[in-house]
């Protein structure tokens, strides 16, 4: 498996040069070892893809929302609400509540390297936000290699880059005066690739065709957005806080410039500090981030592994092993090599290995023990 | 190498032995590209396309060597695809998590570069488990499975398509519109529900023959894995996805739902696949080849976490598909998480497609199985006779006669509920009364009953003729219905816009009125002889000699004069409810029986929804009688159903003025010729407020010889374990009573509890001839022996919610 490492980060006077018209790249980079998607064309086991101008990568994936406004920006979508929590073994709700978590949906997300990513709704039919610097760290969603699980209870990449323009207020095209927002819900067609491979995006609204194409503006973090109408119809944008410049306006064409209209840094990695002492809380919060409570429920109820409940202290029968009392030593050995020993009435080889620190080992026992 | 390595261990250890017809090869995929494949299909030119789960689509032409197989990618920009179709090369559509995409190379250079979004028109929630599958409809459209989310990961704030807030409960949920159906894209590019009831069916399939398939996942409201023939517009098990069935709309959350009513409601699953041969169903797929073994037309189903295929063999019973499961393919050199499988175009190997991450430790890839022309030795087909089962083997068998010291049978069955899985239920052993056939074969068994799974193990002791022993020796029958005797008085139904006519033996029965009227009626009825049964009034006003007395005794008719402050036995006072028909759960003819069930809502005099039932009528006849047997399941779905002591209710029957002991010359009535006596010796008006088994007024009818039996059924509840309480009225009123007032012996108010239902059941027998050739009594007899319909609700059962183990523990 080929691993790529990113370049360093490049200066912006250095990035006025690199940005031109595809083809004509002077790239500071150009001895970088290439981003292994830009490289092959296909996606790897690499968790943060990447593309290139020659090679952008569309990936859809759900999006984070980064704040968006649900009113303004997605009125289109829907409204997630609480609902309590359920007891599979029992059947019964408790007083506890799921509550739902920011993402979106249907968003395609492009990736032109590091001078530009973009996602673009398919629900609202509009340019969500773009960023420099960076991508999708696909973990949450991807896992790693060797276990596949996703780590963490939503599936959302996270954005890691410098985001310079989200959407704000309502959709920013007019059409022959009328704003998309009170001609009615747009409809997504689909997208074609030119030779570029860059998407253009169609979309109906009302009774009119409307395609979309998104790429780099002239120097960095800029966007340059080609609007058409399919009727010849007028064509306007309009963004709150945003400086846009009108590059052309033709019957039924519309091509601008948006200029930045947000600065924030993203970073993907999570800050991890050793942990110092084991404690019963930290195993229980590691039991939902490494997914273990995909298999191992805590209420008796069956699944694809045993049931954590009254474990601790209990006989277990094994396939091929001799049975023993659970202890906090077969527990250790069940976390990091799970293919040791198989418990009767499961299959082997289901459950990856975890290599995890030493104390999150024993704050994972001490929840065990915990769950009676 | 490795192909003779496998041969020879198959020569060596039984374990490895079940591959000697089929070798196993691995297909490569470049070390750096994650062969996620969630969907494999071959174009007419003999390209294989493999969407893989994160957003590549790849295509090779396999060649002898596998290791050697190059991947273009074709397409990308795919969020997690678990279900690919083969337009025609380069042309191909995806269900991808958030759309059904059409994907075009327009400029033939290889790679795709038109996506077209064919349909959102479907909900989806943010959650990971919201995968799509799809397969072709025959018809120039498709057919879409939707899976449900889970409780393991979250939903969006912002999810997309409208959110039910009953939908999002319990363990698999369906949040956002139609999770958890089959949907259909039709050829114009409109999407309609299809079936409901569904929690991850990971793979759809169409037979030649044009029937619909989809395995399902183990989980909540699953006993094992099941395999679902989707019928249109039924539900298939799993209740969140039911909140969006506009029929159900308005009786409370789907997962609280009394469980018989869902269990009635329940298009029960083709096989029940055990936890001994299938952890969850990948997609079915059909061998439509003599080329691939001995196997043509039957159905293999790979296993999601298991490194195992199976292979079943379907057949049409009673007009429902069921049908025995055993192993196909039982080996280390599988890979697990099989998911998906194609058939290349000579029809000898098959491409399998696995793909476990996210529910289990990776296993990825994609392996070619070819049969290397071996026939193997295994049971060739397995089918149920009307008192046991009839199979083949692939090859003859040593010592025939000697068959059945070599097999032993038993049966269980699944629980219907909530939980995660069932434990076997009710293990009974089978004998083998007698064997039959030297190749086919025929076992008849002790104790065959409906609705169980039959477990049919061969002894490894059990040998070819060329001395070959049989890999995991093992077969499952579902037998969820019986195979109906041969019979010269054949049922045909004919349904129309407002209801079903039942025929026997070409003549007309009866009618089962379900439009513009308050309750669902049976109206009129036909005795053998073409003897009219019932009064006509008053749906027909003009009939001579008829008293025009109660209009609300219409033909056969179901109601309690109060329940939960509604009246139902009257239609026309103020307090006067109505039975509305929701939907025709089945119905099917042509054997010795015609069954018609139904689902109604029972409505107070606002129309507000006070419970609901499902009622199962079954009819059928011989050279002197027809017999409609009514099965009514009242379901206490929204509150508790109140039944107030009255000695008008419940179940009713207006008969033929005929057959009056009393004559009202006042009324129209001058003569009558009715005698009337129950099974307790009562004769005539006296059995009015008796006790009894049933009730039978016989007599004369326009000239002619007939009768009318009434059998309420021993398990019929009532105080005490008495009989059933009759409202035998001497001018033509005969009814079936719970619930009748204490101080005239009956047994008083009755409350279901919200979340419950109550059973009960009735014969009606309607003859022509002298009372004592009808021998109503023995008829009484094989009706209390009749074990019912079969249900998978282990009996009894508490309310809302209910936990069946902790009742059992006290």
């Known amino acids: 498996m080929k691993i790529f490492l990113f370049p360093k980060l490049i200066c912006a006077a250095l990035a006025l040069l690199v940005y031109g018209k595809k083809g004509s790249l002077l790239s500071a980079n150009e001895h970088a070892p290439k981003p292994a998607y830009a490289q092959n064309g296909y996606l790897t086991f690499d ?192 963004s709150p806080s945003t400086q846009i410049e009108v590059k052309s306006k033709t019957a039924g064409k519309l091509s601008i410039v948006i200029r930045p209209n947000a600065g924030e840094r993203f ?49 277990r029968e094994f396939l091929k092993a001799s049975s023993l009392v659970v202890d906090e030593a077969y527990i250790r050995e069940s976390i990091e090599n799970p293919m040791a020993k198989t418990v009767k009435g499961y299959l082997t080889g289901m459950m990856p290995p975890y290599k995890l620190q030493e104390a999150e080992y024993d704050s994972l026992i001490l929840f065990i023990k915990s769950v009676r | 190498m490795k192909t003779i390595l496998l041969l020879s261990l198959g020569l060596i250890s039984s374990g490895f032995a079940s591959i000697s017809s089929y070798t196993i090869e691995n297909i490569a995929f470049p070390d750096d590209m994650p062969p996620e494949i969630g969907g494999v299909a071959f174009d007419k030119d003999g390209n294989l396309y493999a969407c893989l789960r994160r957003g590549d689509v790849v295509v090779t032409k396999p060649g002898k060597d596998p290791k050697s197989t190059k991947w273009k990618v074709f397409a990308t920009g795919l969020h997690n695809p678990m279900g690919m179709v083969v337009v025609a090369p380069g042309h191909i559509l995806v269900s991808q998590m958030a759309e059904l995409t059409e994907i075009i190379d327009t400029n033939q250079d290889g790679v795709a570069d038109r996506y077209n979004n064919l349909s959102t028109d479907f909900g989806i929630s943010g959650n990971y488990h919201e995968t799509n599958a799809i397969c072709r409809d025959g018809d120039g459209g498709y057919y879409i499975a939707l899976g449900t989310a889970s409780h393991n990961g979250p939903t969006f704030h912002t999810p997309r398509g409208d959110y039910s807030k009953e939908g999002r409960r319990g363990r698999n949920f369906s949040s956002n519109h139609l999770r958890g159906w089959v949907v259909h894209y039709d050829k114009n590019g409109k999407l309609t529900p299809f079936a409901s009831g569904f929690r991850m069916h990971n793979g759809i399939t169409r037979s030649p023959d044009g029937e619909v398939w989809c395995g399902d996942n183990q989980g909540d409201w699953r006993g094992g894995s099941p395999i679902y023939n989707v019928r249109p517009g039924s539900f298939n098990g799993h209740p969140s996805s039911l909140v969006w069935d506009p029929d159900l709309k308005n009786l409370g959350t789907p997962i609280f739902l009394p469980r018989k009513m869902l269990d009635d409601l329940h298009n029960q699953p083709s096989v029940q696949l055990t936890r ?59 890979r697990a998480g099989g998911v998906r499988i194609a058939m290349d175009a000579k029809g000898k190997s098959i491409y399998y497609a696995s793909t476990a991450r996210g529910w289990q430790r990776p296993d990825e890839g994609l392996q070619r199985i070819t049969h290397n ?29 000697k068959l059945a010291e070599k097999i032993s049978v038993r049966s269980f069955c699944y629980e219907y509920g909530y939980r995660y899985g069932s434990s076997e239920k009710d293990k009974k052993e089978h004998k083998i009364l007698n064997l039959t ?336 050739d009808a021998k109503i009594g023995q008829r009484f007899n094989e009706f209390a022996k009749d074990a019912g319909h079969p249900t998978s609700i282990m009996p009894p059962h508490p309310g809302y919610p209910e936990d069946y183990l902790s009742e059992q523990k006290k």
């Open chain 2, 276 to 334: 001994k041969t299938m952890s969850s169903c990948g997609e079915p797929f059909i061998i439509e080849t003599e080329n691939f073994g001995p196997f043509n037309g039957q159905m293999l189903v790979p296993d999601e976490n298991g490194r195992r295929i199976n292979r079943i063999m379907m057949e049409k019973v009673d007009g429902a598909w069921q049908g025995a499961s055993t192993l196909f393919l039982n080996t280390k050199e599988l």
């Open chain 2, 437 to 772: 056939g030297t190749g086919p074969f025929e076992i008849e068994l002790e104790g065959l009953e409906a609705g169980r799974i039959f477990e049919i193990d061969f002894s490894s002791k059990l040998l070819s003729s060329n001395g070959e022993s049989m890999n995991d020796p093992q077969v499952q029958y579902t037998l969820n219905r019986l195979k109906r005797p041969e019979t010269k008085f054949a049922t045909e139904l004919k349904q129309s816009k407002d209801g079903i006519d039942v025929y026997i033996a070409g003549k007309f029965f009866a009618k089962y009125n379900f439009d513009k009227l308050s309750q669902p009626i049976i109206w009129p009825i036909q005795g053998p002889g073409n003897i009219r049964m019932l009064r006509d009034y008053p749906f027909k006003k003009d009939t001579s000699g008829e008293a025009k007395d109660h209009p609300h005794h219409r033909g056969i008719f179901i109601g309690h004069q109060v329940m939960s402050g509604a009246g139902f036995w009257h239609y026309q006072f103020k307090n006067s409810g109505t039975v509305e028909h929701l939907k025709v759960i089945e119905s099917r003819s042509g054997q010795d029986r015609a069954l018609i069930k139904t689902l109604n809502a029972w409505k107070d005099s606002e129309g507000k929804t006070i419970g609901a039932d499902t009622r199962t009528m079954t009819f059928g006849g011989d050279e002197i009688a027809r017999y409609l047997d009514l099965e009514i399941n009242m379901h206490a779905t929204n509150q508790d159903i109140v039944f107030e002591e009255f000695k008008d209710g419940f179940v009713g029957i207006r008969t033929h003025p005929d057959l009056r002991l009393t004559p009202s010359p006042k009324h129209g009535v001058k003569q009558v010729f009715g005698k009337a006596r129950n099974s307790e010796g009562v004769e005539g008006k006296s059995i009015w407020g008796k006790r009894a088994d049933w009730v039978h007024y016989y007599g004369t009818i326009e000239g002619k010889e007939a009768g009318i039996a009434f059998f309420s059924h021993p398990t019929n509840i009532t105080k005490k374990a008495e009989k059933s309480w009759w409202h035998a009225r001497d001018y033509g009123l005969i009814s079936a009573n719970p619930f009748a007032p204490t101080k005239l012996g009956g047994d008083g108010k009755h409350t279901i509890k919200k979340g419950q239902s109550l059973k009960l059941r009735y014969r009606f027998v309607f003859h022509s001839g002298p009372a004592k």
């Open chain 1, 47 to 238: 968790l943060k893809p990447m593309g290139s101008i020659e090679r952008p990568l569309v990936l859809r994936t759900f999006a984070p929302t980064l704040g968006l406004s649900k009113d303004l920006v997605l009125p289109n979508h829907s409204k997630g609400l609480s609902s309590p929590k359920y007891s599979p073994s029992s059947g019964k709700e408790a007083t506890k509540q799921y509550r739902p978590i920011d993402g979106i949906p249907a968003a395609i997300a492009v990736n032109l390297g590091k001078p530009l990513s973009y996602v673009w709704d398919t629900t609202e039919c509009r340019l969500l936000y773009a960023w420099t610097d960076g991508f999708f760290d696909m973990k949450n969603y991807w896992g790693d290699r060797n276990s596949g699980r996703r780590k963490g209870f939503g599936y959302v990449p996270r954005l890691h880059g410098f985001v310079f323009y989200k959407a704000l207020g309502k959709h920013p095209l007019s059409i022959n005066g009328k704003w998309i927002s009170d001609i009615g819900s747009p409809k997504y067609s689909g997208y074609s690739l030119g030779s570029d491979r860059l998407p253009v995006y169609e979309f109906e609204t009302g009774s009119s065709k409307v395609s979309i194409k998104i790429q780099p503006g002239p120097s960095t973090q800029t966007l340059r957005l080609d609007f058409s109408s399919e009727n010849k119809e007028v064509l306007e944008f309009s």
């Open chain 1, 267 to 315: 970073s993907s990695e999570e800050k991890k500090e050793p942990i110092k002492k084991p404690t019963t809380e930290i195993g229980e919060k590691l039991y939902t981030s490494l997914g273990c409570i995909a298999c191992h429920s805590l209420d008796g109820g069956k699944n694809h592994g045993p049931t954590l409940k009254d474990s601790f202290g209990s006989k």
């Open chain 2, 373 to 401: 022309g071996k026939t193997p030795f295994h049971v060739k087909d397995f089918k149920a006779t009307t008192r046991g089962f009839k199979f083949w083997f692939t090859k003859p068998v040593q010592d025939p006669d």
